[in-house]
């Protein structure tokens, strides 16, 4: 079954088309990230303008895959099984461009279209085949409804999962942790009580120069410095590390403590007190507090729950470090989970895992019904069809 799936949720505008839920046959993403920076922060109404600009040439892209038709209209219809559609969490703005486009594409085409919400999705991308093939089949499914029973059977990557596993969803927006027993089977345990770990990181960013680049420019930073060569002279909180609060995260706290650090710094020696060197460590403490929280508590509700398999997944899984530490604290502890975490560049957003989601855990709907939800809901309890 072919997916086409398109994502609009914030910056990115995405467009794949995914076979069976792990084959990727196209992944096209366009970024309005840049646009933002000078701004120091997101711009809804830009976002929105961008995806409204970006849209139709990045489906276009995605579907020069497929054999054309005579028109775009013919090639969809013949060649794709579902559309799929992130209808949110996110901005309106944008979500507003991707699904009403959706919904036109569906109504024009006849093709069954599925919601798909985006914070449950990211872990879906742990479920692709990272192999990889832009093998097209020429040949249309002929089946056109999605049954529950075939999305049970495990495929390519997602047949490597053992269940059940625990995930842990780390976005901009979101910090999330799932019990997962089968690809459509989810409970959600908890989640962030405040900020999202990517917002600690990104707000970290900004006070310390580093304009919207958020996590990324963080992690680079903090390769600067080498604890083992300067003594510590920063220590930062590792929140909610307790029992009482087993799946409940809090980065708002961390993240005022920066604040404080960096207002005491400034204060202490005029300009001079964030030298580079000092940057570097705030940046390192930082990135070491946030992963240290996140693997400490996924692993602690992995024991809880007898999991097989951990899954990492949302944009600040691309964070090599908390990959790293997962790994080392498995082995230190000698636990036979196995860990998975989709490549980079399916960690941030794009639409290969709305397509996956789709096809796991996604349930048609006519068109009509289709509406963006920016607040939709992450707390989720699935035991059998989805959103
Ligand atoms: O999943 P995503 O692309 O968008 C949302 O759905 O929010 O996640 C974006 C978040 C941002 O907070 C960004 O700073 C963070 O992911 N991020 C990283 C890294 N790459 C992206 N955080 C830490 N280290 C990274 N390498
Ligand atoms: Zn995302």
Same mark, same amino acid.
């Given at each position: 079954?072919?997916?086409?799936?398109?994502?609009?949720?914030?910056?990115?505008?995405?467009?794949?088309?995914?076979?069976?839920?792990?084959?990727?046959?196209?992944?096209?993403?366009?970024?309005?990230?840049?646009?933002?920076?000078?701004?120091?922060?997101?711009?809804?109404?830009?976002?929105?303008?961008?995806?409204?600009?970006?849209?139709?040439?990045?489906?276009?892209?995605?579907?020069?895959?497929?054999?054309?038709?005579?028109?775009?209209?013919?090639?969809?219809?013949?060649?794709?099984?579902?559309?799929?559609?992130?209808?949110?969490?996110?901005?309106?703005?944008?979500?507003?461009?991707?699904?009403?486009?959706?919904?036109?594409?569906?109504?024009?085409?006849?093709?069954?279209?599925?919601?798909?919400?985006?914070?449950?999705?990211?872990?879906?991308?742990?479920?692709?085949?990272?192999?990889?093939?832009?093998?097209?089949?020429?040949?249309?499914?002929?089946?056109?409804?999605?049954? @529950?029973?075939? !999305?049970?059977?495990?495929?390519? %990557? /997602?047949?490597?999962?053992?269940? =059940?596993?625990?995930?842990? $969803?780390?976005?901009?927006?979101?910090?999330?942790?799932?019990?997962?027993?089968?690809?459509?089977?989810?409970?959600?345990?908890?989640?962030?009580?405040?900020?999202?770990?990517?917002?600690?990181?990104?707000?970290?960013?900004?006070?310390?120069?580093?304009?919207?680049?958020?996590?990324?420019?963080?992690?680079?930073?903090?390769?600067?410095?080498?604890?083992?060569?300067?003594?510590?002279?920063?220590?930062?909180?590792?929140?909610?590390?307790?029992?009482?609060?087993?799946?409940?995260?809090?980065?708002?706290?961390?993240?005022? @403590?920066?604040? !404080?650090?960096?207002?005491?710094? %400034? /204060?202490?020696?005029?300009?001079? =007190?964030?030298?580079?060197? $000092?940057?570097?460590?705030?940046?390192?403490?930082?990135?070491?507090?946030?992963?240290?929280?996140?693997?400490?508590?996924?692993?602690?509700?992995?024991?809880?729950?007898?999991?097989?398999?951990?899954?990492?997944?949302?944009?600040?899984?691309?964070?090599?470090?908390?990959?790293?530490?997962?790994?080392?604290?498995?082995?230190?502890?000698?636990?036979?989970?196995?860990?998975?975490?989709?490549?980079?560049?399916?960690?941030?957003?794009?639409?290969?895992?709305?397509?996956?989601?789709?096809?796991?855990?996604?349930?048609?709907?006519?068109?009509?019904?289709?509406?963006?939800?920016?607040?939709?809901?992450?707390?989720?309890?699935?035991?059998?069809?989805?959103?």
């Amino acid at each position: 079954m072919k997916i086409l799936a398109i994502e609009s949720s914030c910056d990115e505008t995405a467009c794949a088309i995914v076979e069976d839920g792990v084959k990727i046959l196209s992944n096209v993403v366009a970024s309005s990230k840049e646009l933002h920076h000078k701004y120091g922060g997101i711009m809804p109404e830009l976002a929105a303008r961008e995806q409204l600009s970006s849209i139709l040439p990045v489906i276009k892209e995605a579907l020069k895959v497929l054999p054309q038709e005579k028109n775009h209209i013919l090639t969809i219809s013949k060649h794709i099984d579902a559309i799929a559609i992130t209808i949110g969490p996110g901005l309106i703005g944008s979500l507003l461009i991707g699904v009403e486009t959706a919904k036109t594409m569906a109504m024009l085409t006849g093709v069954p279209i599925i919601p798909v919400n985006h914070v449950l999705a990211h872990m879906y991308a742990n479920f692709i085949d990272s192999r990889q093939s832009s093998v097209v089949s020429h040949q249309k499914n002929t089946n056109n409804s999605l049954k @529950a029973e075939d !999305r049970n059977l495990p495929a390519g %990557k /997602a047949g490597l999962i053992a269940f =059940s596993a625990i995930s842990l $969803v780390v976005s901009g927006g979101h910090t999330e942790l799932y019990l997962m027993k089968s690809p459509n089977k989810l409970t959600w345990l908890g989640g962030t009580l405040d900020d999202a770990a990517g917002e600690c990181f990104d707000k970290t960013a900004r006070l310390l120069g580093f304009g919207n680049e958020g996590g990324v420019a963080i992690a680079k930073a903090a390769k600067w410095h080498h604890p083992s060569k300067k003594p510590s002279i920063i220590k930062l909180p590792r929140p909610m590390l307790d029992e009482k609060n087993e799946y409940n995260f809090s980065f708002s706290g961390l993240k005022s @403590a920066i604040v !404080r650090l960096v207002t005491t710094l %400034k /204060a202490k020696t005029s300009d001079q =007190s964030l030298t580079p060197d $000092v940057i570097a460590h705030l940046a390192y403490e930082t990135q070491d507090a946030i992963t240290d929280v996140l693997v400490k508590k996924t692993l602690m509700a992995a024991k809880k729950h007898n999991a097989k398999s951990i899954l990492l997944s949302g944009g600040v899984a691309a964070n090599i470090k908390l990959r790293e530490k997962f790994v080392t604290h498995m082995k230190q502890s000698q636990s036979s989970l196995s860990f998975h975490v989709p490549p980079v560049e399916l960690c941030t957003d794009n639409a290969v895992y709305i397509a996956s989601c789709a096809y796991f855990l996604g349930k048609t709907d006519s068109w009509q019904k289709i509406a963006a939800a920016p607040d939709l809901s992450v707390e989720i309890n699935l035991v059998k069809e989805a959103f």
